[in-house]
């Protein structure tokens, strides 16, 4: 059911505070669960209507990059590390060798020119809050030498094998400021072709 | 960390030998919805009393410390449930902690338990775990289990952890498995071994009598993984009880030796970097340098298809107890089959067999309590129990059901857990008339896996009869 928009959470930082405002619970009776069998009771329900707050912290610059179509990843510049270099896509703020925060880069360009997928999976189930139609195509993408690991995503079109050239697209109108604002699709896919929202 | 210095491949070392002296278990099953989860605690930890002829009353005087193991609070919305189950089984004021590591909480809390007692801090520890998901409609579960996957990468994708897991699969099945049918169907006779030897076993949550033919026609749940490649999910709790020498024979007769290790790797299997491949003591230098020749694509280690903190685990645990080749040196193994195809994995990061090769321990029949080959005991019997596919996946309690299955074997006592019409009745269970024993015959050294996920957590656990030790103390 969806929400107007009087009935949300919303979250400001104000001088370095959290500053909320809207509804972050919304409050429900429990219903008890009865055995129809024996007429007894066996519990009750529990619902819970809450929101959540998150901070991405070091990562936000990933997040906020996917909306104006770009692909960014992290990479250790330090002298002293013996994988300097790596390029870390899942982004990380800190290289895992030598704990040194890493050097947010632009991989979009490397990523069109070079993604292919690296595993996958079909599945046409999923869990409650899920939005992406089913069935849903898992990919995992590889980039180069460079980028020493594979991220996660999903193949918005066609379908998905191991090797295939991929390019990413970016959910630039109306961004989510998540993972869902990322996909790939097939190497010579057009514009036209793409899901509502999303550019190259 | 992709490079290990020498201080980190240290063989840990316990300081003071530790035994099993008891286990116990509920019984398992999808939901149990008129029972609150201590009751399921206190049957384990009856059936661990009545095991050595005590009362739970008896019984609990000798423990010190307590080790839970319970992963998924958010399903029960209560936090602090090891405080809850501690005051219900009234071992309060002891000192106790809440251990969690997902698939391989159940280990984890018996890791935690040896090294209390190793160390001397306790003479006697309880290392318990439970866990329910059955509170919780299927898509709200899927979604509570996906947020065992990262919370901004992987879970608003679908929040489904078998999406995430799956793609290891895959990649195995097109790479080692090399798409083949006689693979798919490879795969498939674990089920088949699995849910049959579930049969025997009044804990068991999903036995039956099944073909290759009903997985392969099984609903698919993500290709090529069909509902019958897949484990269950449920309900319930087992435990054990370890103890320093004095404290264990006081307990029982004669108390096992236990060892137990644990390795780990990145929650994203996303963030495996290619590493060298670490070595077992059945391994030689040099082993698998064309293994990405012999499978291509299969020259990334860990990669998608092999499990880093199995490898770990088993290192550092069968150098603790010398066990060199597991499949001379051990008689029984319960392994984590959360899927067919990752119970082959498994195979090859402990060493069963070597990689690329896990296939032919089912294919050879050592893999059976009896080699349906050559009509003899098989060379290491696997999830006699029936395993994550057959018997349950109550994931807090998993760990502890295995290492107390692998216990039965070794005092020679399954039959008397497995076989009485009395237990059978009180689970509300049908004995099947051709019921047969699953004891694996003069056994005496022993293995557990409890693994997490897509391998996160991995805690290897051996238990040897003490007259049948490989290393000296």
Redesign the interface.
Known sequence: MVKKDDEKGYVDIINGRYKPRGIFHISEANQP?F?KDTGKL??VT?P?DMTYI?S?GG?AIF?ESLGKGKLMASRCDNDNC??KG?I?E?FRIFC??CLRRATPIDISDKARKKAKI?????????????S?SLP?K?I?VEFDEEV???????LALGEPE?GKRIIPIFRTKAPTY???DLMFVPEGTSESELPEGFTF | MIKFSDKQLKIPKLMRPVYLATVGMSKFDRAFPETRTEELCIDALTAAADFVNMTPKDLKKYIHTCYYGHFADHFGDQLLGEAVIHDRLGLDPLGNIGVKTGGATGGSAMWEAVKAVASGYSDCALALGWERMDEVPTDEGNHLISAAADKDWETPLGHIYTGYYAVMAQRYWKIFGKEEESFRNTMAEIAVKNRGYARMNPHAQGPMKITVEDVLNSPIVAYPLRALDCCLMSVGSACGIVCDENTAYEIVDKPLRIYIAAGSHTLRVADRRNMKIPLLPNETKGQYDDLGKKFPGGDRYPGFTSFLAARMSAYYAYNMSGVIDPCEDLDVVELHDAFTISDIQTYEDIGIRPYGEGRTYIESGDAYVINPITKKPGKLPSNPCGGLIGCMHAVGATGLMQIAEIGYHIWNRWDEIHEPEEKWKAFGREKPKDWESLQVKGAKRGLAISHAGVGSHVTCTILMDPNNLIKED
Request: hydrophobic share 40%; proline share 4%; aromatic share 14%.
């Open positions: 669960i055995n066996a519990g529990n819970r998150h991405y990562e997040f013996e994988t790596s870390y899942p895992p060798d690296h595993s996958f999976i079909v599945t046409h189930r999923s869990g409650a809050f899920n992406l849903i898992f995992n020493v690991t594979i991220l996660m995503s999903v191991i998540t993972i869902m």
